[in-house]
């Protein structure tokens, strides 16, 4: 519990870093001030994606001399909902984190109390240790079920070696809308961020694919995120073809897209996360529960056996 909140604590102070600086850029561009290289410094050195986004992202549009104001809010913004959606997460499964600390301590506590009250379990003291011993395995693994349910939930029921696909995705194709102001062709801004996205997740990028002319994967409609984050790739493509195609501009569109995508997103988890109390009754059930009758029965057990021969001698 304590390293899970120490990483999303440590993600959360990079975010906040990241907000700064790009605000910094903000308030210098508005005020009619040149941007000096320790700013682009800076930016550079930030934690991926973000420094990789925001710097080639600005560099591009600087050197194509487009406005950098636009990009440089839409990056910010994006970071601040990923830190309101962590926060938001982090809240909501904090009382399932709590139950595995419970879980893990409630069963050794159980086993002393019952060791001091009962004083046949002082004579039979080995059995006593391997039921407690066997008991306290069983709470362990209960904790651990429990902080896996709640980690799960927070990330929408996606993997571990998914879970980067939620920031990726959205960086790719907040990407693809920088190279887009820079006079970059749609499909060939849209070959660009999607190699950028290989690098960050090359599975992602292989599902969404290099050529928006290529034919939809049709994936498999679901209210999980991990089908959300694939129909985005879906959708965004298809957009950006048929709007080829009609001679149509295409950035408010994914704009709207993105902004449909992170609802339908946060959503999903908020609804993962309303069920989690419900899903945390499993472990108790089925690991805690059984620990502590099991306790409570050889307890009583090696009493009854010391009353029954006592009477019998």
Request: charged share 20%.
């Amino acid at each position: 519990m304590f390293s899970y909140r120490l990483s999303t604590q440590q993600e959360l102070k990079e975010l906040k870093k990241i907000q700064n600086v790009l605000f910094e850029f903000q308030e210098t561009l508005e005020s009619g001030l040149v941007l000096n290289q320790d700013q682009w410094s800076k930016l550079q050195t930030l934690k991926p994606p973000w420094g990789v986004l925001a710097f080639e992202s600005l560099k591009e549009l600087r050197a194509q001399g487009g406005a950098l104001l636009p990009t440089i809010k839409r990056i910010r913004k994006l970071a601040q909902e990923h830190s309101e959606f962590l926060k938001e997460a982090r809240a909501k499964s904090v009382q399932a984190l709590a139950q595995s600390v419970v879980c893990a301590a409630l069963v050794p506590l159980f086993g002393v109390s019952l060791y001091l009250l009962l004083p046949a379990i002082k004579i039979h003291y080995g059995l006593w240790i391997c039921v407690c011993g066997f008991s306290v395995a069983l709470s362990l693994c209960a904790a651990i079920w429990l902080m896996k349910i709640s980690e799960r939930a927070r990330w929408g029921g996606l993997r571990g070696s998914e879970r980067a696909w939620i920031l990726s995705s959205q960086c790719a194709l907040e990407r693809f809308l920088a190279f887009v102001r820079t006079g970059i062709p749609v499909d060939l801004a849209w070959t660009k961020s999607c190699e950028k996205l290989y690098q960050e997740s090359p599975e992602l990028s292989e599902k969404w694919g290099f050529s928006i002319w290529d034919p939809p994967h049709n994936y498999k409609r679901s209210d999980s995120a991990r089908a959300y984050i694939l129909n985005l790739g879906d959708q965004a493509r298809k957009i950006l073809s048929q709007n080829i195609v009609e001679g149509r501009p295409c950035l408010e569109q994914i704009e709207t897209l993105l902004i449909s995508f992170r609802d339908d997103l946060r959503a999903n988890i908020q609804k993962e996360l309303a069920i989690l109390p419900v899903q945390a009754l499993k472990p108790l059930f089925f690991c805690v529960a059984p620990s502590l009758f099991g306790l409570l029965a050889t307890g009583l057990y090696l009493s009854f056996l010391e009353i029954g021969l006592e009477g019998f001698l």
